[in-house]
């Protein structure tokens, strides 16, 4: 296999706000990452996806672009990017960019011309529409709660908005839409990046603006013309160049996310879904405080692992990301500093031996917690503060609201990179924009690098099997025991090679099934296992 085959590298994802701040403004900025480029290479990972740095007014947190060739004064510079992908490229780390094309923030130029003027062009660039009884044109509910349309009473019509109010949703029906958003990909590509996340990707084909049964997601979710326009973006733009891409797919399937990214029909590397991230949701709601159903997450990574292998198309995995709670939390226990550092281990292990591109999501590779917030003024995420205007309308107590936005929030995963034991983390001098829990005296980056037991070394390690190993990229993937109702075990075969991988997500020590033959060389393990029995939240991977 050829040595820098992409799908052979591990993706570290930064949130630069709370990546680390140069200036004591209290946010990170891209000064902080530069800083920090020494530690990503000795963490070993080959692209950093920075999430969306372009000029914003920062409603969603920069998923709300108003110019998609400038930077956020809040980050830097444009010499500031440059110089951190000239940075980064001397040390053999490539830069992924986030493009977010589904929506525009309502401060674009675009949109404002669009609504200043009902003639300009720029009108079709986005979904305006008039009802004849001046209801809302659908049902459709915005992501972030409420309908999906803004009503502009000036010239009594509505806009679509699929998340924030402040975020418009194109109108790619619009081949002019379509040209412009090619040419900011091409700047970009021009510009010196290796590799870009394409935010909400599916969603970009709105089908027919109809009333919906389920929020209106059936119309637009992978829709009619999607995977038209993806091919179509490819071929204008990254296609026949050396880019690793990677399509964020709300609420998709196995059978589109084939056709997404098998690379005969041209259209993105990779997909990310997030199936298996709703295991602790209660009738597919988010907002709501449930434990994880461990058959359901083994049976929706399998299901996608091995319908994805066989359709020869290609995942993105991962625990975490800036929108998920932390994952140790979530599947693993936070509650005493043993079972963080087990559970921690034992998650990084089963995700890295899966088949697919992992991502760490900054701070994951020391097993970053949920902040445990407990009161609503800790909060700064559009979409928790929506949620909790919505639960307290429909009469939640305080303390039930607090407790599901402990369990779900988007906050979660946003603290600030704990670097070491200094004040605030050593993220800033100054005021952090957001709290970060107390846990950073232990749980930091420094103290992590100094301790050779840490989950730090366990993340370098399994990165580093994922290099030296091609059957961790290539081989296919055997389910095995999948009744077991603590234990996670699976098979990869290349070749003549097979891997065993088995973890234990429980606290409780357990015995392995007898028929796994547990003889080979162990390439890493977490725990202890004497005779059949697994330490809890252990786990191993064995070369047989
Ligand atoms: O997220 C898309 C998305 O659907 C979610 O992960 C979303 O945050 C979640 O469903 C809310 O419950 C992407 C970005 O990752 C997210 O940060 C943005 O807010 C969103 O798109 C809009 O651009």
Known sequence: ????????????????????????SGEGDIQGIIEKLDYLQYLGVDYLWLTPVYESPMNDNGYDISNYYKINERFGTIEDLKSLIAKAHQRNLKIMMDIVINH???????????????????????????????????????????????????????????????????????????????????????FGVDGFRFDVINLISKGEFKDSQYIGKEFYTDGPRVHEYLHEMNQHTFGNREMMTVGEMSSTTIEDCIKYSNPERQELSSVFNF??????????????????????????????????????????????NHDQPRVVSRFGDDSTPHNHQESAKMLATVLHMLQGTP??????????????????????????????????????????????????????????????????????????????????????????????????????????????????????????HMEHDKLFIYKRHYNEETWLIIANFSKESCEIPADINLEGEVMITNGTITGNQITGFGSIVIQQ
């Open 1 to 24: 296999m050829e040595q820098n085959d992409w799908r052979k590298s591990v993706v570290y994802q930064i949130y630069p706000k709370s990546f680390n701040d140069t200036t004591g």
């Open 104 to 190: 525009t923030s309502t401060d674009h130029e675009w949109f404002k011309k669009a609504y200043e003027d009902q003639e300009s062009p720029y009108r079709d660039y986005y979904f305006f529409r008039r009802s004849a009884d001046n209801k809302p044109p659908t049902n459709w509910e915005s992501k972030f709660g409420g309908n999906a349309w803004k009503y502009d009473p000036k010239t009594e019509s509505y806009y679509l908005h699929l998340f924030d109010v402040t975020q418009a949703d194109l109108n790619w029906d619009n081949p002019e839409v379509r040209k412009a958003l090619y040419d900011v990909i091409n700047y970009w590509i021009d």
């Open 275 to 320: 199936h298996h991230l709703k295991v602790d949701y209660v009738n597919g709601e988010k907002w709501t405080n449930a434990k994880l159903n461990f058959h359901k997450l083994k049976e929706i990574l399998m299901e996608w692992q091995l319908g994805i292998y066989d359709g020869n198309g290609w995942n993105a995995i991962f625990w975490c």
């Open 359 to 480: 991502y760490i999501y900054q701070g994951e590779e020391i097993g970053m917690t949920d902040p445990h917030f407990n009161d609503i003024n800790q909060y700064r995420d559009v979409e928790s503060l929506n949620a909790y205007d919505n639960m307290k309308e429909r009469g939640f107590e305080e303390s039930e609201i607090l407790e599901i936005l402990g369990q779900k929030s988007r906050d979660n995963s946003r603290t600030p990179v704990q670097w070491s034991n200094l004040e605030n983390a050593g993220f800033t001098t100054g005021q952090p924009w957001i709290d970060i829990p107390e846990n950073y005296r232990s749980i930091n980056v420094e103290t992590a690098i100094n301790d050779e037991n840490s989950v730090l070394h366990t993340y370098r390690k399994l990165i580093q099997l994922r290099h030296e190993h091609d059957i961790v990229t290539y081989g296919s993937i055997e389910p095995l």
